[in-house]
T-cell receptor, first 115, second 109 residues
Framework: GAVVSQHPSWVICKSGTSVKIECRSL??????MFWYRQFPKQSLMLMAT?????????EQGVEKDKFLINHASLTLSTLTVTSAHPEDSSFYIC???????????FGQGTRLTVV | GQNIDQPTEMTATEGAIVQINCTYQ??????LFWYQQHAGEAPTFLSY??LDGLEEKGRFSSFLSRSKGYSYLLLKELQMKDSASYLC??????????WGAGTKLIIKP
């Protein structure tokens, strides 16, 4: 199957700083990227959907100014958590879909801990 | 290594019942999830099992046996709209999600 690479796998940052997470589709053109957040023992929660070259669509309750999503190319999308706070500590996972790709393939996830 | 196995594709008839199996080998266990994904859409959450047994939710049920590293998703009274991919995912001891490759379910009239 297709490969989606997410980096970093884990990150610890200080409260108030910003963290960038990258999601790359390695062997196909990802026209659509999904970003999820998951708290322990809970289901994935979709944060936003981004299409290459256009603004991301955010789910209700997700602050677009806090979670900046950029999908500037068909192989790369980034999620930047700005002014991170301890309550932003979570597991973030991306998935990618594209033309002719019937399934969304998932990155490995990023565990963010804000201290 | 960590591994999730589920069939690549299954076919069933409208109105029938289908069972999608998932076996796993992970470092630790903090729950198993089933997701449904229609083509071109984000996955949607179906169920979460952390204790052994059957969880029923409408037409969908999910079963877990931790000792056997086994789960299944049971779909009853199949409808055409159930044609989708079904993803099994296990959360390991580090709360990392290990994903199966998904089972594509084709429903025929």
């Amino acid at each position: 199957g297709a490969v989606v690479s997410q980096h970093p796998s884990w990150v610890i940052c200080k409260s108030g700083t910003s963290v960038k997470i990258e999601c790359r589709s390695l062997d196909f053109q990802a026209t659509t990227m999904f970003w999820y957040r998951q708290f322990p023992k809970q289901s994935l929660m979709l944060m936003a959907t981004s299409n290459e070259g256009s603004k991301a669509t955010y789910e209700q309750g997700v602050e677009k100014d806090k979670f900046l999503i950029n999908h500037a190319s068909l192989t790369l999308s980034t999620l930047t958590v700005t002014s991170a706070h301890p309550e932003d500590s979570s597991f973030y996972i991306c998935s990618a879909g594209g033309q002719g790709v019937t399934e969304a393939f998932f990155g490995q996830g990023t565990r963010l801990t804000v201290v | 290594g960590q591994n999730i196995d589920q069939p690549t594709e299954m076919t069933a008839t409208e109105g029938a019942i289908v069972q999608i199996n998932c076996t796993y080998q992970t470092s630790g266990f903090n729950g198993l999830f089933w997701y449904q994904q229609h083509a071109g859409e984000a996955p949607t959450f179906l169920s979460y099992n952390v204790l052994d047994g059957l969880e029923e939710k409408g037409r969908f049920s999910s079963f877990l046996s931790r000792s056997k590293g086994y789960s299944y998703l049971l779909l009853k009274e199949l409808q055409m709209k159930d044609s989708a991919s079904y993803l099994c995912a296990v959360m390991d001891s580090n709360y990392q999600l290990i994903w199966g490759a998904g089972t594509k379910l084709i429903i025929k009239p």
